[in-house]
């Protein structure tokens, strides 16, 4: 493959054994930057115990490297698409590998939140740029499809290792062994990509548009952070305002978008109806997918009463299966048509959710099928929707395509969240009797900590109940996603086969 600006490689063009093998490489920020979602999930207590971070400081810690991830999606697609991909993969390599040093050796909370940040912002360089390239690499639409599978049970597998890992580094190291995981990787990135994966870049990419990036972020955070607390604490005032702030700054940005020659976020990215199609029913898998976490995570913990390590190596069984969903999906959609694949996964996925919803108090082994069905289905639909989005944009605005399906993955899974977390909150709150504790009546934590054995009975059955009612509106919502998925997939094929004499005329 030449080193390509203007052109990459002639439509059809077959990737080699040096494609793979970057492809490969590729995988590595892919997999620490899904990984670091979850890293700290066990590294708590003794962080805690070392620096002493007061409860917001703690929430910081958790959710710095988030927000500063998803607010820069979006400005870093563009960045990658005007410098380089591969440049701008490189840079945030190294900052990724530093910020993993600062955090490691963090001695006060402050640093570590600022180390968190700045993990965030090489994160957000990371992934869009890797997706990029993976379009840029694969021409070939059989082979860029199984690439893109691939990708996205790395991503989902990513999450789930990183709980796991982090646990078992624990056992025998101090909390900041975590973070200096990613620093091999990082080097081993630094010294491959430059050797295997060729530069992509728009060769006409116009100025940069420097007030479009806190307009984006404006856009992004509040709506992300409102809709976090709101899954956390509820429905109130300040997250309510927080979540409209944030949409009326993305009409803003929206509408400077679609004014400026040189936006952001081009204008032909949306020319293709099957793009749009492919953002929003991503979004709404990553709504499924991060919704029904909300109460797996504790389902395990608190009614099964298992520890966090135990948990989460449970948790990994699932992911066992999905592995092989992504690639399966793409070889079946080649036979049967995509739009016929994404909706069989939506379906797939509705019926691990009506699993889910016949659970009682000591079901693991139905826990497990169900999220092992629910999880195929829905990373089915990921890796072909994602595929669909990629193929529709411009090769030369790679990054910026990618960048918008995981902003749009990044609203999904906080929106699922909240809402199937404040559903099933409400029902586990109405079943709990009033004379309980306020704690006992919120969560089943708080029932569990007051160590009363009835209590403790009661906070599980109306859990498993709560749990009931979010899988049940989950599979509804997934049934929805397949009948949306067949009317939007063949509304915009058949657009595209409409506009294909057009485009030959010209």
Same mark, same amino acid.
């Given at each position: &493959?030449?080193?390509?600006?203007?052109?990459?490689?002639?439509?059809?063009?077959?990737?080699?054994?040096?494609?793979?093998?970057?492809?490969?490489?590729?995988?590595? $920020?892919?997999?620490?930057?899904?990984?670091?979602?979850?890293?700290?999930?066990?590294?708590? $207590? =003794? %962080?805690?115990?070392?620096? !002493?971070?007061?409860?917001?400081?703690?929430?910081?810690?958790?959710?710095?490297?988030?927000?500063?991830?998803?607010?820069?999606?979006?400005?870093?697609?563009?960045?990658?698409?005007?410098?380089?991909?591969?440049?701008?993969?490189?840079?945030?390599?190294?900052?990724?590998?530093?910020?993993?040093?600062?955090?490691?050796?963090?001695?006060?909370?402050? &640093?570590? %939140?600022?180390?968190?940040?700045?993990?965030? %912002?090489?994160? =957000?360089?990371?992934?869009?740029?890797?997706?990029?390239?993976?379009?840029?690499?694969?021409?070939?639409? +059989?082979?860029?499809?199984? @690439?893109?599978?691939?990708?996205?049970?790395?991503?989902?597998?990513?999450?789930?290792?990183?709980?796991?890992?982090?646990?078992?580094?624990?056992?025998?190291?101090?909390?900041?062994?975590?973070?200096?995981?990613?620093?091999?990787?990082?080097?081993?990135?630094?010294?491959?990509?430059?050797?295997?994966?060729?530069? *992509?870049?728009?060769?006409?990419?116009?100025?940069?548009?420097?007030?479009?990036?806190?307009?984006?972020?404006?856009?992004?955070?509040?709506?992300?952070?409102?809709?976090?607390?709101?899954?956390?604490? /509820?429905?109130?005032?300040?997250?309510?305002?927080?979540?409209?702030?944030?949409?009326?700054?993305?009409?803003?940005?929206? +509408?400077?978008?679609?004014?400026?020659?040189?936006?952001?976020?081009?204008?032909?990215?949306?020319?293709?109806?099957?793009?749009?199609?492919? %953002?929003?029913?991503? #979004?709404?898998?990553?709504? #499924?997918? &991060?919704?029904?976490?909300?109460?797996?995570?504790?389902?395990?913990?608190?009614?099964?009463?298992?520890?966090?390590?135990? !948990?989460?190596?449970?948790?990994?069984?699932?992911?066992?299966?999905?592995?092989?969903?992504?690639?399966?999906?793409?070889?079946?959609?080649?036979?049967?048509?995509?739009?016929?694949?994404?909706?069989?996964?939506?379906?797939?996925?509705?019926?691990?959710? =009506?699993?889910?919803?016949?659970?009682?108090?000591?079901?693991?082994?139905?826990?497990?099928?169900?999220?092992?069905?629910?999880?195929?289905?829905?990373?089915?639909?990921?890796?072909?929707?994602?595929?669909?989005?990629?193929?529709?944009?411009?090769?030369?605005?790679?990054?910026? @395509?990618?960048?918008?399906?995981?902003?749009?993955?990044?609203?999904?899974?906080?929106?699922?969240?909240?809402?199937?977390?404040?559903?099933?909150?409400?029902?586990?709150?109405?079943?709990?009797?009033?004379?309980?504790?306020?704690?006992?009546?919120?969560?089943?934590?708080? @029932?569990? #900590?007051? /160590?009363?054995?009835?209590?403790?009975?009661?906070?599980?059955?109306?859990?498993?109940?709560?749990?009931? *009612?979010?899988?049940? !509106?989950?599979?509804?919502?997934?049934?929805?996603?397949?009948?949306?998925?067949?009317?939007?997939?063949?509304?915009?094929?058949?657009?595209?086969?409409?506009?294909?004499?057009?485009?030959?005329?010209?």
């Amino acid at each position: &493959m030449t080193n390509a600006t203007s052109t990459t490689a002639d439509h059809g063009t077959l990737a080699g054994r040096r494609e793979w093998t970057a492809f490969v490489v590729l995988l590595l $920020p892919l997999l620490l930057v899904s990984m670091d979602v979850s890293v700290l999930f066990f590294a708590i $207590p =003794a %962080i805690d115990r070392d620096l !002493a971070p007061s409860a917001t400081q703690q929430l910081w810690i958790f959710d710095g490297y988030a927000f500063a991830l998803s607010g820069l999606l979006i400005t870093m697609g563009s960045l990658g698409d005007r410098i380089g991909r591969r440049r701008l993969l490189l840079l945030g390599a190294v900052a990724f590998g530093a910020a993993s040093v600062s955090a490691a050796y963090a001695d006060s909370a402050g &640093m570590l %939140i600022a180390a968190r940040a700045l993990l965030g %912002i090489g994160g =957000a360089t990371l992934m869009p740029s890797t997706m990029g390239l993976v379009r840029s690499m694969f021409r070939d639409e +059989r082979q860029r499809g199984r @690439a893109v599978g691939i990708w996205s049970g790395a991503m989902a597998g990513g999450i789930a290792l990183g709980s796991v890992l982090s646990g078992v580094m624990l056992q025998h190291f101090w909390w900041g062994s975590v973070f200096l995981i990613n620093v091999p990787a990082m080097v081993l990135l630094l010294i491959l990509v430059p050797l295997l994966v060729p530069e *992509y870049k728009d060769p006409a990419p116009g100025r940069f548009d420097l007030l479009g990036v806190p307009l984006s972020m404006g856009a992004v955070l509040p709506v992300v952070y409102g809709i976090k607390e709101t899954a956390a604490h /509820g429905i109130g005032p300040e997250n309510t305002l927080l979540v409209a702030v944030g949409l009326l700054v993305g009409w803003l940005f929206v +509408r400077r978008q679609r004014t400026r020659g040189d936006a952001m976020i081009g204008r032909e990215l949306f020319r293709d109806g099957r793009f749009s199609a492919g %953002i929003g029913l991503n #979004a709404l898998a990553a709504f #499924a997918m &991060m919704g029904s976490s909300f109460f797996t995570t504790q389902y395990l913990q608190s009614v099964l009463g298992m520890g966090t390590l135990e !948990a989460a190596l449970w948790s990994l069984a699932p992911s066992l299966a999905v592995s092989a969903a992504a690639p399966t999906a793409t070889t079946v959609a080649r036979r049967t048509g995509r739009g016929r694949v994404v909706c069989a996964g939506f379906v797939i996925a509705a019926a691990g959710f =009506a699993v889910l919803a016949l659970t009682g108090t000591d079901s693991l082994w139905l826990l497990l099928v169900g999220c092992s069905v629910m999880n195929c289905g829905i990373v089915a639909v990921m890796a072909l929707v994602s595929d669909l989005a990629l193929s529709t944009a411009p090769p030369r605005k790679a990054s910026s @395509a990618a960048s918008l399906l995981e902003t749009g993955q990044e609203f999904g899974g906080a929106t699922g969240m909240a809402l199937l977390g404040a559903l099933a909150t409400a029902v586990y709150t109405a079943d709990m009797p009033a004379s309980a504790p306020e704690d006992a009546r919120k969560t089943l934590a708080g @029932a569990v #900590a007051t /160590g009363d054995d009835s209590l403790i009975s009661i906070g599980r059955d109306a859990f498993v109940h709560s749990m009931r *009612y979010a899988s049940v !509106a989950g599979s509804v919502l997934l049934l929805v996603g397949a009948v949306l998925a067949a009317v939007l997939l063949s509304r915009g094929a058949a657009a595209a086969k409409r506009a294909e004499p057009v485009a030959a005329a010209r």
